[in-house]
């Protein structure tokens, strides 16, 4: 299960649905400019190991494709944003 799918089944939002970093804020209860800051430690850490980013629609790591099979910095950044706030919410009950 990908994090932005456990977030939203702890949240009751469809499995798909996406949220700006402001959503995510007041609904976590997180503030925004620590949302901020994970999602920007998210593109730096795209930028700085791009062969660690996972390719799009796998959860699989291949350090030889090509970039535009890769997902985006900004998919990266906020696939980072629900990791952190799954963490910082714990492990309620799903």
Not at 18 to 32: C, F
């Amino acid at each position: 299960m990908t994090n932005k799918r456990e977030y939203n089944k702890r949240h009751g939002f469809p499995a798909d649905e996406s949220h700006s970093k402001p959503e995510l804020a007041k609904i976590s209860k997180v503030k925004k400019s620590i949302i901020d800051d994970v999602y920007d430690r998210g593109v730096g850490a795209y930028k700085t190991n791009p062969a660690s980013v996972r390719v799009k629609g796998t959860f699989k790591k291949d350090p030889k494709a090509s970039m535009s099979k890769k997902l985006s910095k900004e998919q990266w950044a906020m696939a980072r944003v629900y990791s952190f706030l799954n963490k910082v919410e714990g492990p309620k009950a799903l």
